[in-house]
């Protein structure tokens, strides 16, 4: 329990009505979930505007609310917080009441279209082997040193990142790493938040149902960078074109890496198997279980952070060699048939052509490289031609099935799609709305030798049709599905 003098310290208030010395027990958004001391920040969402439940909230016994625009009558037991920007406010707030944690443990942030997920998991399980104890916020899931919980975002709202990283620092956390979305970003809720340092990982074609405008998301992106303080450290990927614009104006120290391009880090791949890599990083050799040159690139990335936490070089080169695929990135099996099998999360354009070129750079030339795609409903429609010319392009045969449809049509999913096929590729391509029964269909052509990837959905362990999710494992099914057919 604080005072709200102390948890709007650092708050641009415009007006308060009532006592700043009430006690606050809780700090909530969602009005469902408020009780008896709370102090409830009424935001304007996307779908929903907090302003509409500021009375319910005040029933059910909130005695702080922090509002944009003042409810139409005020209650002399309940202290009111004018602000102009209530997402920020929120982020300050959550910071605040649970102690400003982010200072107390190396916070490190990872942005991009692809690869955070690979570079935070890793990082967090290179900093373990390496004996510290270490947390994590990531898409997959939520690691506050050994336990485990289940992550619902890629990146947290403001008060369950607080709350997370207060128990980080309670059970001893020294490092943290954290995935860092363009919509996190967008919606202030890493504001409040000390960062140690920033990781620029790529960026490409996405979220732009979210976003108007490419532009928009990348400057979405870059003002992460902007916020990190002279403390920090800003380590971006030369070999994308955003990553000098991503340190325009940021205070923190400058860092590269590359493959491609002078940098201060540097990787070089000399061989590429479907059993890992052999690297030359930074004048080191190190054999890697990972597979493809993002990965090499994902890889360099962690290397320069742990050197830049202050790790030495050559245990972080032995641990790495030891780091296993994360669930849903690349991750692959071989069938008793012979089948190579990947499940991989690509679902952008730019990720599903980094997997199959890796694909295509080891396959002999002999295998079929079969493909099974779809794309995620409500979301941006403008990616799915492109998905579509890609997995035509770069494989023997696609079958292109169900994402996550959502609330819209399935079949209007797939035409769109299609629409990016070019002629000469029709005959490689087929359509069946059912993702078991493409699975399945891929199954049945495979023969030994061939490369099977299932892409788009990774680590899921569900489909979303109309609001409903069912259990859905691409993985798992893909393993049962060829065992069956392989018997």
């Not at 139409?72 to 944690?101: C, H, K, M, R, W």
Request: net charge negative; aromatic share 8%; hydrophobic share 40%.
């Amino acid at each position: 329990m604080q005072q709200l003098k102390d948890i709007l310290y650092g708050v641009a208030v415009n007006k308060v009505y009532g006592s700043v010395e009430v006690e606050v027990n809780a700090v909530e958004f969602d009005s469902r979930k408020v009780e008896s001391g709370s102090l409830f920040v009424a935001q304007k969402g996307v779908h929903v505007d907090g302003h509409k439940f500021i009375t319910h909230t005040i029933t059910a016994g909130a005695k702080v609310v922090v509002c944009e625009d003042w409810p139409g009558t005020l209650s002399e037991e309940v202290t009111y917080v004018q602000v102009s920007d209530a997402n920020s406010a929120l982020a300050v707030i959550a910071s605040n009441f649970y102690g400003n944690p982010s200072k107390d443990l190396k916070l490190i942030g990872i942005t991009g279209t692809n690869g955070k997920t690979t570079i935070a998991t890793l990082s967090y399980n290179l900093f373990r082997k390496a004996g510290y104890k270490v947390g994590l916020l990531s898409t997959v899931k939520v690691m506050v040193d050994e336990t485990e919980y289940v992550a619902t975002h890629t990146t947290p709202d403001s008060v369950s990142i607080n709350r997370y990283l207060q128990l980080m620092v309670e059970s001893g956390v020294d490092y943290c790493f954290m995935e860092v979305s363009s919509h996190g970003i967008h919606q202030k809720r890493t504001e409040g938040l000390t960062f140690a340092g920033g990781v620029f990982t790529n960026l490409t074609h996405d979220h732009l149902d979210y976003h108007n405008s490419f532009a928009e998301y990348r400057d979405v992106k870059k003002k992460f960078f902007d916020q990190l303080p002279k403390t920090a450290f800003a380590l971006i990927n030369a070999d994308d074109k955003n990553g000098a614009f991503m340190l325009q104006n940021t205070m923190a120290k400058q860092f590269s890496y590359g493959q491609k391009t002078m940098a201060d880090y540097k990787v070089r791949i000399l061989e590429n198997q479907f059993s890992g890599l052999l690297l030359n990083m930074n004048g080191a050799e190190v054999w890697v279980k990972l597979i493809g040159s993002f990965n090499a690139s994902n890889l360099l990335a962690i290397y320069a952070t742990a050197d830049l936490l202050g790790l030495e070089s050559l245990e972080v080169l032995q641990i790495m060699s030891q780091l296993d695929s994360v669930d849903g990135r690349f991750q692959q099996f071989l069938s008793n048939g012979g089948v190579t099998a990947i499940v991989d999360y690509a679902h952008t354009p730019d990720a599903l052509k980094n997997v199959l070129n890796t694909i295509n750079d080891i396959r002999t030339g002999n295998e079929n490289v079969i493909t099974i795609v779809g794309c995620g409903g409500d979301r941006d429609k403008s990616k799915r031609p492109k998905m579509g010319h890609i997995a035509s392009q770069l494989s023997t045969q696609v079958i292109f099935t169900s994402d996550n449809p959502r609330t819209e049509n399935p079949q209007e999913i797939i035409e769109d799609i299609e629409k990016g096929v070019e002629a000469q590729n029709y005959k490689k391509t087929l359509s069946i709305l059912d993702r078991e029964q493409a699975i399945k269909t891929a199954g049945k052509l495979a023969v030994k030798g061939d490369i099977l990837l299932v892409a788009g959905k990774g680590h899921e362990t569900y489909q979303e049709i109309n609001g409903v999710r069912s259990e859905f494992d691409d993985y798992k099914k893909v393993k049962t599905i060829l065992k069956e057919l392989q018997k």
